[in-house]
């Protein structure tokens, strides 16, 4: 068993072979790849795996989609300055129909934002978006498999209402665009 830290040697290796990994033809290679990036990544290897691991965000494959989020979240905790060439594609994620890359997407958005604080004017042009994602939420009820105790989706839910504060301060033209549906939360 090989034990690997952010101080280990081999590490060149193993980015070389995430490499090639990350443009395996198998999902499933690809998929734990993005895992193991997600996992590994120290500052050097994320440089050199931004481009590879930021082609699968735009994969119409959802949980090879969803694996690009997660490792492009460790990436950019290690190089916060990667961020500014993300958001378009952040902001894709956001409005992604997959369940799972929507909530990872706005995980992202949400670390980024506590990242990179001067990118919320970039991130303001959405509030639209995540405010009808909100009152859909609150509106259409039940819906079985995100559905805790009959609230629907809760933790996407608080993920959204914490991303309003953050784009909403300060901003008076992204606070009158939340304040009706920030009235209807309980």
Known sequence: MLLLDERTEVLTLVTNSLKND?????QYVVGLALTSVGN???ADMARVLTTDVSC?????????????????????????????DHVDVIIALVKDRSHGVLITGVQL?????????????KFRRVVPSLVKMLRNLLNLGYSPEHDISG????????????????????????????????????
């Open 151 to 186: 609230i629907a989706d809760p933790f996407l839910q608080v993920k959204l209402l914490s991303i309003l504060a953050v784009l909403g301060e300060n901003s008076d033209q992204a606070s009158e665009g939340m304040n009706d549906i920030l009235a209807q939360v309980h």
């Open 109 to 121: 958005m949400s670390d980024v934002l506590s990242l990179r604080h001067g990118l919320i004017e």
């Open 22 to 26: 990350l443009h395996h033809e198998s």
């Open 40 to 42: 590994l990544a120290t």
């Open 56 to 84: 699968h965000l735009g994969s119409s494959n959802p949980y090879i989609r969803k694996k690009a989020a997660l490792a492009l979240i460790r990436i950019l905790k290690r190089v916060p300055e990667l961020a500014d």
